[in-house]
Protein backbone atom coordinates (compact mmCIF):
# COMPACT_ATOMS: atom_id res chain seq x y z
CA UNK A 1 0.00 0.00 0.00
CA UNK A 2 3.14 2.44 -0.58
CA UNK A 3 0.75 4.30 -2.74
CA UNK A 4 -0.49 6.03 0.54
CA UNK A 5 3.07 7.31 1.21
CA UNK A 6 3.35 8.62 -1.76
CA UNK A 7 3.36 12.74 -1.32
CA UNK A 8 0.84 14.92 -2.96
CA UNK A 9 1.93 16.18 -5.96
CA UNK A 10 2.74 20.28 -5.59
CA UNK A 11 2.92 19.90 -1.64
CA UNK A 12 5.33 21.87 -0.07
CA UNK A 13 8.62 20.29 0.78
CA UNK A 14 10.85 22.09 3.08
CA UNK A 15 14.39 20.82 4.65
CA UNK A 16 14.39 22.74 7.59
CA UNK A 17 12.07 22.57 11.23
CA UNK A 18 11.34 25.02 13.59
CA UNK A 19 10.49 23.47 16.95
CA UNK A 20 8.84 25.37 19.61
CA UNK A 21 8.19 24.73 23.42
CA UNK A 22 4.30 24.08 23.18
CA UNK A 23 2.04 23.46 20.16
CA UNK A 24 -0.21 26.87 20.44
CA UNK A 25 3.24 28.29 19.69
CA UNK A 26 3.58 26.34 16.74
CA UNK A 27 -0.20 27.04 15.47
CA UNK A 28 0.44 31.15 16.07
CA UNK A 29 3.76 30.98 14.38
CA UNK A 30 2.53 28.93 11.36
CA UNK A 31 -0.13 31.66 10.52
CA UNK A 32 2.33 34.35 11.28
CA UNK A 33 4.25 33.56 8.20
CA UNK A 34 1.80 32.38 5.99
CA UNK A 35 0.66 35.73 6.14
CA UNK A 36 4.53 37.08 5.64
CA UNK A 37 4.36 35.13 2.20
CA UNK A 38 6.53 31.92 3.23
CA UNK A 39 5.24 28.95 2.53
CA UNK A 40 5.39 26.86 5.16
CA UNK A 41 3.45 23.76 7.16
CA UNK A 42 2.42 22.37 10.20
CA UNK A 43 4.23 18.72 10.99
CA UNK A 44 5.03 16.26 13.56
CA UNK A 45 8.89 16.52 14.81
CA UNK A 46 10.77 13.35 13.59
CA UNK A 47 11.67 11.84 16.79
CA UNK A 48 15.11 12.48 17.53
CA UNK A 49 14.48 16.19 16.50
CA UNK A 50 11.93 16.45 19.12
CA UNK A 51 12.75 18.58 22.01
CA UNK A 52 9.63 20.53 22.69
CA UNK A 53 5.97 20.14 22.17
CA UNK A 54 4.79 17.30 19.20
CA UNK A 55 4.12 20.13 17.11
CA UNK A 56 6.70 22.10 14.53
CA UNK A 57 6.85 24.53 11.65
CA UNK A 58 8.39 22.84 8.66
CA UNK A 59 10.32 25.71 6.20
CA UNK A 60 12.24 26.03 3.59
CA UNK A 61 15.81 26.01 5.34
CA UNK A 62 17.15 28.76 2.94
CA UNK A 63 14.92 30.82 4.16
CA UNK A 64 16.02 30.85 7.83
CA UNK A 65 17.70 34.25 8.52
CA UNK A 66 14.39 36.22 7.28
CA UNK A 67 12.55 33.99 9.52
CA UNK A 68 14.04 34.47 12.54
CA UNK A 69 14.10 37.93 12.06
CA UNK A 70 9.89 37.91 11.32
CA UNK A 71 10.21 36.05 14.75
CA UNK A 72 11.95 38.41 16.52
CA UNK A 73 10.28 41.15 15.14
CA UNK A 74 7.28 40.11 16.64
CA UNK A 75 8.45 38.77 19.56
CA UNK A 76 7.04 35.16 18.49
CA UNK A 77 8.72 32.88 21.06
CA UNK A 78 10.73 29.64 19.65
CA UNK A 79 12.87 26.74 20.64
CA UNK A 80 15.50 26.86 17.50
CA UNK A 81 15.51 26.49 13.95
CA UNK A 82 17.42 23.08 12.32
CA UNK A 83 17.82 20.98 9.35
CA UNK A 84 15.34 18.16 8.98
CA UNK A 85 17.91 15.28 7.67
CA UNK A 86 19.18 14.41 11.27
CA UNK A 87 22.49 13.85 10.70
CA UNK A 88 23.55 17.51 8.87
CA UNK A 89 26.06 19.35 10.22
CA UNK A 90 26.07 22.75 12.30
CA UNK A 91 26.42 26.16 10.51
CA UNK A 92 29.33 26.55 9.39
CA UNK A 93 31.97 29.14 11.96
CA UNK A 94 35.11 28.65 9.73
CA UNK A 95 35.98 32.05 8.67
CA UNK A 96 39.47 32.64 6.32
CA UNK A 97 41.29 35.76 5.91
CA UNK A 98 43.21 36.33 2.64
CA UNK A 99 45.63 39.43 2.42
CA UNK A 100 45.64 41.37 -0.79
CA UNK A 101 47.89 44.09 0.06
CA UNK A 102 45.67 47.12 -0.16
CA UNK A 103 42.52 44.95 0.36
CA UNK A 104 41.47 42.22 2.76
CA UNK A 105 39.00 39.28 1.46
CA UNK A 106 36.95 37.33 4.31
CA UNK A 107 35.91 34.53 3.93
CA UNK A 108 32.80 32.74 6.07
CA UNK A 109 31.23 29.71 4.52
CA UNK A 110 30.33 30.66 0.57
CA UNK A 111 30.37 34.19 1.19
CA UNK A 112 33.51 36.28 0.80
CA UNK A 113 33.29 40.45 1.38
CA UNK A 114 36.66 42.52 0.65
CA UNK A 115 37.22 45.91 1.73
CA UNK A 116 40.13 48.72 1.52
CA UNK A 117 42.36 48.43 4.31
CA UNK A 118 42.87 51.90 4.68
CA UNK A 119 39.76 52.97 3.86
CA UNK A 120 37.51 50.87 5.32
CA UNK A 121 35.73 50.93 1.92
CA UNK A 122 33.95 47.75 0.77
CA UNK A 123 34.78 46.51 -2.89
CA UNK A 124 33.42 43.81 -3.58
CA UNK A 125 31.51 41.15 -2.41
CA UNK A 126 31.27 37.87 -4.01
CA UNK A 127 30.06 33.42 -3.37
CA UNK A 128 26.87 33.01 -2.51
CA UNK A 129 24.16 31.82 -4.85
CA UNK A 130 20.63 32.76 -3.07
CA UNK A 131 18.75 35.99 -4.38
CA UNK A 132 19.55 38.43 -1.81
CA UNK A 133 23.56 38.06 -2.94
CA UNK A 134 23.17 40.21 -5.75
CA UNK A 135 20.93 42.50 -3.87
CA UNK A 136 23.69 42.85 -1.11
CA UNK A 137 26.14 42.87 -3.33
CA UNK A 138 24.43 46.25 -5.20
CA UNK A 139 23.76 47.42 -1.75
CA UNK A 140 27.27 46.98 0.03
CA UNK A 141 29.97 47.75 -2.24
CA UNK A 142 31.71 51.20 -1.91
CA UNK A 143 30.20 52.16 1.51
CA UNK A 144 32.57 51.91 4.28
CA UNK A 145 32.35 49.42 7.00
CA UNK A 146 30.76 51.25 9.88
CA UNK A 147 27.79 52.74 7.37
CA UNK A 148 27.45 49.54 5.46
CA UNK A 149 24.07 48.23 6.51
CA UNK A 150 24.62 44.71 7.53
CA UNK A 151 23.37 41.45 5.78
CA UNK A 152 21.58 40.07 8.81
CA UNK A 153 19.21 42.87 8.77
CA UNK A 154 18.34 43.36 4.98
CA UNK A 155 19.06 39.90 4.01
CA UNK A 156 16.56 36.38 4.12
CA UNK A 157 18.55 33.31 3.60
CA UNK A 158 21.67 31.47 4.67
CA UNK A 159 23.75 32.80 2.10
CA UNK A 160 23.05 36.50 3.64
CA UNK A 161 23.78 34.51 7.11
CA UNK A 162 27.25 33.61 5.84
CA UNK A 163 27.75 36.74 4.36
CA UNK A 164 26.85 38.43 8.00
CA UNK A 165 29.52 36.28 9.32
CA UNK A 166 32.32 38.02 6.90
CA UNK A 167 31.09 41.13 7.23
CA UNK A 168 31.47 40.88 10.91
CA UNK A 169 34.66 39.49 10.35
CA UNK A 170 35.44 42.59 8.82
CA UNK A 171 34.45 44.86 11.33
CA UNK A 172 36.86 43.17 13.69
CA UNK A 173 39.70 43.34 11.66
CA UNK A 174 39.08 46.97 10.76
CA UNK A 175 38.54 47.89 14.33
CA UNK A 176 42.14 46.07 14.62
CA UNK A 177 43.57 48.15 11.86
CA UNK A 178 42.45 51.38 13.05
CA UNK B 1 19.00 29.08 -28.04
CA UNK B 2 19.82 29.08 -24.98
CA UNK B 3 17.52 30.36 -22.17
CA UNK B 4 18.82 31.95 -18.97
CA UNK B 5 16.27 32.06 -16.31
CA UNK B 6 17.52 33.43 -12.92
CA UNK B 7 16.69 36.56 -10.91
CA UNK B 8 17.72 40.20 -10.42
CA UNK B 9 17.92 42.38 -7.32
CA UNK B 10 15.30 44.81 -8.37
CA UNK B 11 12.46 45.20 -5.80
CA UNK B 12 8.66 44.47 -7.76
CA UNK B 13 9.79 44.17 -11.10
CA UNK B 14 7.58 41.71 -12.93
CA UNK B 15 8.85 38.50 -14.92
CA UNK B 16 10.60 40.04 -18.09
CA UNK B 17 11.13 37.41 -20.89
CA UNK B 18 13.50 37.88 -24.48
CA UNK B 19 16.13 38.18 -26.51
CA UNK B 20 18.86 40.46 -24.61
CA UNK B 21 20.51 43.54 -25.89
CA UNK B 22 23.28 45.65 -24.68
CA UNK B 23 23.30 48.98 -24.86
CA UNK B 24 26.37 51.03 -23.42
CA UNK B 25 27.10 49.32 -20.17
CA UNK B 26 23.49 47.95 -19.66
CA UNK B 27 21.37 44.82 -20.72
CA UNK B 28 17.60 45.28 -22.01
CA UNK B 29 14.96 42.74 -21.91
CA UNK B 30 11.52 43.54 -23.10
CA UNK B 31 12.71 47.59 -22.95
CA UNK B 32 13.51 46.79 -19.28
CA UNK B 33 17.34 47.84 -18.84
CA UNK B 34 19.02 46.83 -15.74
CA UNK B 35 23.04 47.04 -15.22
CA UNK B 36 25.34 44.37 -15.74
CA UNK B 37 26.47 43.51 -11.77
CA UNK B 38 27.32 40.34 -9.65
CA UNK B 39 24.19 37.15 -10.44
CA UNK B 40 22.17 36.69 -13.37
CA UNK B 41 23.15 40.43 -14.70
CA UNK B 42 26.77 38.79 -14.83
CA UNK B 43 26.07 35.27 -16.63
CA UNK B 44 23.67 36.90 -19.33
CA UNK B 45 26.13 39.60 -20.51
CA UNK B 46 29.32 36.90 -20.49
CA UNK B 47 27.06 34.86 -22.62
CA UNK B 48 25.36 37.91 -24.60
CA UNK B 49 29.34 38.85 -24.99
CA UNK B 50 30.42 35.36 -26.48
CA UNK B 51 27.56 35.37 -28.71
CA UNK B 52 28.07 38.35 -30.24
CA UNK B 53 31.64 37.17 -31.01
CA UNK B 54 30.45 33.76 -32.67
CA UNK B 55 27.52 35.60 -34.35
CA UNK B 56 25.30 33.39 -32.94
CA UNK B 57 22.00 33.69 -31.32
CA UNK B 58 21.52 35.86 -28.14
CA UNK B 59 20.60 34.07 -25.20
CA UNK B 60 16.72 34.41 -24.24
CA UNK B 61 15.98 35.87 -20.56
CA UNK B 62 13.49 34.29 -18.50
CA UNK B 63 14.28 37.36 -14.95
CA UNK B 64 11.89 38.50 -12.27
CA UNK B 65 12.71 40.51 -9.29
CA UNK B 66 13.86 39.69 -6.16
CA UNK B 67 15.67 40.43 -3.45
CA UNK B 68 15.69 37.49 -1.24
CA UNK B 69 12.02 36.97 -0.23
CA UNK B 70 11.04 34.53 -3.24
CA UNK B 71 8.46 36.40 -5.45
CA UNK B 72 10.42 36.74 -8.43
CA UNK B 73 11.63 32.88 -8.32
CA UNK B 74 8.34 31.58 -8.23
CA UNK B 75 7.08 33.66 -11.04
CA UNK B 76 10.26 32.05 -12.89
CA UNK B 77 9.53 28.71 -11.98
CA UNK B 78 5.42 28.97 -12.89
CA UNK B 79 6.73 30.72 -16.11
CA UNK B 80 9.09 27.92 -16.84
CA UNK B 81 6.61 24.96 -16.09
CA UNK B 82 3.83 26.67 -18.50
CA UNK B 83 6.53 27.03 -21.38
CA UNK B 84 9.41 25.20 -21.19
CA UNK B 85 8.12 22.58 -23.56
CA UNK B 86 7.07 25.47 -25.62
CA UNK B 87 10.58 27.39 -26.38
CA UNK B 88 12.50 24.27 -26.27
CA UNK B 89 15.20 25.85 -26.12
CA UNK B 90 18.80 23.91 -26.80
CA UNK B 91 20.63 25.10 -23.25
CA UNK B 92 18.96 25.55 -20.51
CA UNK B 93 20.72 27.49 -17.47
CA UNK B 94 19.31 27.94 -14.14
CA UNK B 95 20.63 30.85 -11.79
CA UNK B 96 20.08 32.50 -8.81
CA UNK B 97 16.55 31.00 -7.93
CA UNK B 98 15.80 30.31 -4.78
CA UNK B 99 15.72 26.34 -3.94
CA UNK B 100 12.46 25.03 -4.00
CA UNK B 101 12.78 21.12 -4.54
CA UNK B 102 9.33 20.48 -5.89
CA UNK B 103 9.40 22.93 -8.10
CA UNK B 104 13.16 21.95 -9.50
CA UNK B 105 11.69 18.51 -10.06
CA UNK B 106 8.63 19.97 -11.89
CA UNK B 107 11.21 22.06 -14.26
CA UNK B 108 12.85 18.77 -14.82
CA UNK B 109 9.85 17.12 -16.48
CA UNK B 110 8.83 19.98 -18.07
CA UNK B 111 12.53 19.73 -19.91
CA UNK B 112 12.04 15.92 -20.76
CA UNK B 113 8.66 17.33 -22.48
CA UNK B 114 10.87 19.83 -24.61
CA UNK B 115 11.26 18.66 -28.97
CA UNK B 116 14.95 17.64 -27.64
CA UNK B 117 16.08 17.55 -23.99
CA UNK B 118 18.15 20.86 -23.55
CA UNK B 119 21.63 20.55 -22.50
CA UNK B 120 20.44 21.57 -18.31
CA UNK B 121 23.08 23.77 -16.90
CA UNK B 122 22.93 24.99 -13.19
CA UNK B 123 24.56 27.37 -11.05
CA UNK B 124 24.36 29.53 -7.65
CA UNK B 125 21.22 28.42 -6.02
CA UNK B 126 19.83 26.19 -8.75
CA UNK B 127 22.40 23.99 -8.16
CA UNK B 128 21.70 23.45 -4.41
CA UNK B 129 18.06 23.08 -5.12
CA UNK B 130 18.63 19.83 -7.89
CA UNK B 131 21.25 18.30 -5.24
CA UNK B 132 18.85 18.97 -2.01
CA UNK B 133 15.83 17.25 -4.25
CA UNK B 134 17.96 14.42 -5.51
CA UNK B 135 17.83 15.14 -8.99
CA UNK B 136 21.62 15.47 -9.98
CA UNK B 137 21.44 13.57 -12.56
CA UNK B 138 18.38 15.37 -14.56
CA UNK B 139 21.19 18.08 -15.41
CA UNK B 140 24.51 17.90 -17.60
CA UNK B 141 26.76 20.59 -15.71
CA UNK B 142 27.37 22.17 -12.66
CA UNK B 143 30.01 24.79 -12.25
CA UNK B 144 30.16 25.32 -8.45
CA UNK B 145 33.40 26.31 -6.90
CA UNK B 146 35.19 24.73 -4.25
CA UNK B 147 33.14 25.48 -1.36
CA UNK B 148 29.98 24.35 -2.98
CA UNK B 149 31.76 21.39 -4.36
CA UNK B 150 32.48 20.36 -0.55
CA UNK B 151 28.15 20.84 -0.30
CA UNK B 152 27.62 18.45 -3.20
CA UNK B 153 29.96 16.00 -1.51
CA UNK B 154 28.04 16.33 1.59
CA UNK B 155 25.27 13.74 1.29
CA UNK B 156 22.86 15.46 4.24
CA UNK B 157 23.77 19.12 2.80
CA UNK B 158 21.09 21.23 1.58
CA UNK B 159 22.79 24.34 1.36
CA UNK B 160 26.71 25.05 1.99
CA UNK B 161 26.40 26.77 4.97
CA UNK B 162 25.52 22.88 6.22
CA UNK B 163 28.82 21.55 4.91
CA UNK B 164 30.41 19.01 7.17
CA UNK B 165 33.47 20.56 8.63
CA UNK B 166 35.84 18.36 7.60
CA UNK B 167 34.91 18.84 3.92
CA UNK B 168 34.48 22.84 4.26
CA UNK B 169 38.57 22.88 5.70
CA UNK B 170 39.86 19.77 3.12
CA UNK B 171 38.44 22.47 0.15
CA UNK B 172 41.88 24.02 -1.01
CA UNK B 173 44.03 20.78 -0.82
CA UNK B 174 41.90 18.16 -1.58
CA UNK B 175 39.27 18.97 -4.50
CA UNK B 176 40.18 15.61 -6.11
CA UNK B 177 38.90 14.10 -2.97
CA UNK B 178 35.92 15.74 -3.14
CA UNK B 179 34.98 15.45 -6.61
CA UNK B 180 35.71 12.11 -6.23
CA UNK B 181 33.45 11.63 -3.29
CA UNK B 182 30.77 14.12 -4.91
CA UNK B 183 30.46 11.76 -7.97
CA UNK B 184 30.39 8.44 -5.83
CA UNK B 185 27.73 9.98 -4.06
CA UNK B 186 25.84 10.85 -7.24
CA UNK B 187 25.91 14.76 -6.69
CA UNK B 188 27.86 15.10 -9.39
CA UNK B 189 26.17 15.85 -12.69
CA UNK B 190 28.08 14.29 -15.93
CA UNK B 191 30.51 17.76 -16.77
CA UNK B 192 31.36 19.41 -13.66
CA UNK B 193 33.39 22.87 -13.95
CA UNK B 194 35.06 23.37 -10.53
CA UNK B 195 36.13 27.34 -10.38
CA UNK B 196 38.97 28.04 -8.21
CA UNK B 197 42.70 28.47 -7.38
CA UNK B 198 42.66 25.99 -9.92
CA UNK B 199 39.86 25.30 -12.23
CA UNK B 200 38.66 21.31 -12.95
CA UNK B 201 37.53 20.27 -15.61
CA UNK B 202 35.60 16.79 -14.85
CA UNK B 203 33.73 14.41 -16.96
CA UNK B 204 32.04 11.43 -15.17
CA UNK B 205 33.92 11.76 -11.74
CA UNK B 206 37.25 12.27 -13.78
CA UNK B 207 39.68 14.78 -13.85
CA UNK B 208 40.32 15.84 -17.55
CA UNK B 209 42.29 18.84 -17.23
CA UNK B 210 43.20 21.30 -14.41
CA UNK B 211 43.77 25.32 -15.71
CA UNK B 212 45.94 27.60 -13.20
CA UNK B 213 47.45 30.14 -15.61
CA UNK B 214 47.25 32.86 -15.82
CA UNK B 215 46.98 33.10 -11.97
CA UNK B 216 45.16 36.50 -10.86
CA UNK B 217 44.41 35.90 -7.32
CA UNK B 218 42.16 38.84 -7.11
CA UNK B 219 39.31 37.20 -9.31
CA UNK B 220 38.02 35.08 -6.07
CA UNK B 221 37.15 38.36 -4.62
CA UNK B 222 35.53 40.05 -7.34
CA UNK B 223 31.67 39.48 -7.59
CA UNK B 224 30.09 37.36 -10.66
CA UNK B 225 33.57 35.83 -11.91
CA UNK B 226 31.92 32.65 -11.22
CA UNK B 227 28.80 33.85 -13.07
CA UNK B 228 30.90 34.90 -16.03
CA UNK B 229 32.08 31.51 -16.57
CA UNK B 230 28.82 29.99 -16.92
CA UNK B 231 27.75 31.83 -19.29
CA UNK B 232 30.93 31.46 -21.27
CA UNK B 233 29.99 28.01 -21.20
CA UNK B 234 26.33 28.20 -21.83
CA UNK B 235 27.05 30.04 -25.20
CA UNK B 236 29.47 27.50 -26.25
CA UNK B 237 27.70 24.74 -25.41
CA UNK B 238 25.01 26.49 -27.12
CA UNK B 239 27.40 26.73 -30.39
CA UNK B 240 28.03 22.90 -29.83
CA UNK B 241 30.78 22.61 -28.81
CA UNK B 242 32.24 19.23 -26.96
CA UNK B 243 31.10 20.71 -22.98
CA UNK B 244 34.53 19.33 -21.49
CA UNK B 245 36.01 21.77 -24.43
CA UNK B 246 33.81 24.39 -23.56
CA UNK B 247 34.36 24.44 -19.63
CA UNK B 248 38.06 24.62 -20.81
CA UNK B 249 37.80 27.59 -23.16
CA UNK B 250 35.20 29.14 -20.23
CA UNK B 251 37.93 28.95 -17.87
CA UNK B 252 40.35 29.96 -19.52
CA UNK B 253 38.97 33.36 -21.26
CA UNK B 254 38.20 34.04 -17.33
CA UNK B 255 41.49 34.14 -16.32
CA UNK B 256 42.84 36.18 -19.42
CA UNK B 257 40.01 38.67 -19.23
CA UNK B 258 41.42 39.11 -15.52
CA UNK B 259 45.11 39.53 -16.77
CA UNK B 260 43.79 41.99 -19.30
CA UNK B 261 42.38 43.86 -16.82
CA UNK B 262 44.97 43.82 -14.50
CA UNK B 263 41.80 42.55 -11.75
CA UNK B 264 42.23 43.93 -8.25
CA UNK B 265 39.94 43.59 -5.62
CA UNK B 266 38.16 46.57 -6.20
CA UNK B 267 37.56 45.82 -9.64
CA UNK B 268 33.54 45.32 -11.02
CA UNK B 269 32.77 42.45 -13.19
CA UNK B 270 31.79 44.38 -15.83
CA UNK B 271 35.27 45.61 -16.29
CA UNK B 272 36.37 42.00 -16.33
CA UNK B 273 33.81 41.31 -19.11
CA UNK B 274 34.51 43.86 -21.69
CA UNK B 275 38.07 42.07 -22.45
CA UNK B 276 36.15 39.34 -23.54
CA UNK B 277 36.04 40.37 -27.11
CA UNK B 278 39.79 40.73 -27.33
CA UNK B 279 40.69 37.55 -25.22
CA UNK B 280 38.18 35.55 -27.68
CA UNK B 281 40.22 37.69 -31.08
CA UNK B 282 43.51 36.43 -29.41
CA UNK B 283 43.11 32.94 -28.28
CA UNK B 284 40.37 31.29 -29.11
CA UNK B 285 40.85 29.83 -32.67
CA UNK B 286 44.23 28.55 -30.69
CA UNK B 287 41.79 27.05 -27.55
CA UNK B 288 39.42 25.74 -29.99
CA UNK B 289 41.51 24.42 -32.69
CA UNK B 290 39.11 25.46 -34.79
CA UNK B 291 39.65 29.52 -36.57
CA UNK B 292 36.57 29.17 -38.76
CA UNK B 293 35.33 32.33 -37.35
CA UNK B 294 38.00 34.53 -38.50
CA UNK B 295 37.54 32.72 -41.95
CA UNK B 296 34.33 33.75 -42.14
CA UNK B 297 34.98 37.22 -40.94
Known sequence: ?178 | MILIAGTLPIKDLPIITGKVEKNGADLIVEGNRFPCTQGTAALISAALATTSYLGTSPPYAVLAGDTGRGEGSSEIYRYLMENLPGTSPDVLVMHYILPDMVKMRSICEKADLCSKKPVMVADAASMYAAKAAGIVHRFDVFTPDAAELGFLADPEATHPAYIAHHLFEAENGHVPNLIETAYRQKSSPNLLLVKGQLDYIVREGKILETIGEPNVPSLEAIGGTGDTITGILAALLDAELEPHEAAVIAAKTNRMAGQFAEASPATKISQIIEHFPAVFAEYLCTWSGVCYIDYVK
Not at chain 1, 38 to 61: F, H, M, T, W
Open chain 1, 1 to 178: MAIFKQKKKGAFEGSGLVIFDDVPQAIHAEKVLKKAGYQVKLVAPPPALRKGCDLSVEINLVEQMGIKRLFSDQSLPYMEITPLREKTSGLLDIVSITDFGDAIMVKAGNMKISFDKSTGVILNTSGGGCPDIPYLHAELIDKRLPEAPRPKDIGFTLCALMADRAFEECLNIREGIE
